[in-house]
């Protein structure tokens, strides 16, 4: 069996602790021999930035590249908010993406069936929901040029960014969407906000030019981004993948997380292109921020940073039977009703952030024996 090497950076605030319950799990993989992993730490995020005066060093980024997988917990916290702007947890992250060249974002919104009521839709709304985001992820108005805050004397001041997309960056993304739906439902909704935006045209041309010439099984259709948020709730099962730019994509994820019932169960997967020598660089990270309000409590909720993975031995190590231990383990424990207090229903007693890793690591072992 060949030996994985991951990078972990678990970041600041919740981030570390329910990291701790992945790693009991990465650990449970090798000491059972399921997997072998050797697993680096690094810092991301306010961490780095404490010992280091930056979100993230290029030692981090070298250490990221030359690990076949990294896996990620969650940057930022109250306690750097008056760091400078470009030096905040959150510029790690992005700094990241773009060093390792991470334009995919793999955003999956899955209802568990135990968990359909936890919504705060109606549950026949969203039961056996399944939608794919893909968000591109190192383009658009996060790092468009020219960008800035301008002193405009007696006036005040102006604060500007760029949205500019260009074939080449729109191609890549629309074919991992098209590919993605190959293997699902075979549809995918382009959103943009065309009617305002020349980004937006470009993008619904290329993706309509793509989809004749390379992927004509496959439905394509197109939404502005308002209205996608409206059937979003409205409507949610229509969608299979959902494929939009860096802003629209963070806005969306945020709003299908929430339709499964909690942040706290969504992971995500970053992926960059694949090499001549064949390797991918991946990041794997929990759809959920640092949750500073509830961190150091032992009360967050560790699925998402565990199915994160989960997520990471099915995409980049090709290890489809220990992702679906992980995968069954969880939905076991979940309809046991062993919930974080993030999905506890009513009546429920919340578990703590190590009693569900516990919880997990039962099943896992009852389910591998
Ligand atoms: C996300 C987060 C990040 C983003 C922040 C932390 C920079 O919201 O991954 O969705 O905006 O991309
Ligand atoms: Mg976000």
Sequence with gaps: MPTQKILVLAGDCLGPEVMVQARRVLAWLNDTGAASFEIEEGLVGGASYDAHRTPLTNETVDLAMAADAVLFGSIGGPQWEEVDYDLRPEKGLLRLRQGMGLFANLRPAIVFDALAGASSLKTELVKGLDIMIVRELIGGVYF??????????????????????????????????????????????????????????????????????????????????????????????????????????????????????????????????????????????????????????????PLAQILSLSMMLRYSFDMAQQADLIENAVEAVLAKNIRTGDIAGDGMTPVSTIEMGDAVLAEMEALAS
């Excluded at 259709?221 to 409206?230: A, G, Q, R, Y």
């Excluded at 959902?242 to 802003?247: A, E, F, P, R, S």
């Design 144 to 301: 468009g040029e020219p960008r800035g805050i301008e002193d405009m004397g007696d006036e005040g001041q102006r604060g500007y960014n760029t949205q500019a997309y260009s074939t080449r960056e729109i191609v890549r993304i629309a074919h991992v969407a098209f590919d993605l739906a190959r293997k699902r439902g075979k549809r995918v909704c382009s959103v943009d906000k065309a009617n305002v935006m020349e980004s937006g045209v470009v993008w619904r041309e290329e993706t309509t030019l793509l989809r004749d010439a390379h992927y004509q099984d496959v439905d394509l259709n197109h939404m502005f981004i308002d209205n996608c948020s409206m059937q979003l709730v409205r409507a949610p099962k229509q969608f299979d993948v959902i494929l939009t730019d860096n802003l629209f994509g963070d806005i969306l994820s945020d709003l299908a997380a929430m339709l499964t019932g909690s942040l706290g169960m969504l992971p995500s997967a970053s992926l960059g292109a694949t090499g001549d020598d064949g390797r991918q660089p991946a990041l794997y990270e929990p759809v959920h921020g640092s949750a500073p309000d509830i961190a150091g409590q032992n009360k967050g909720n």
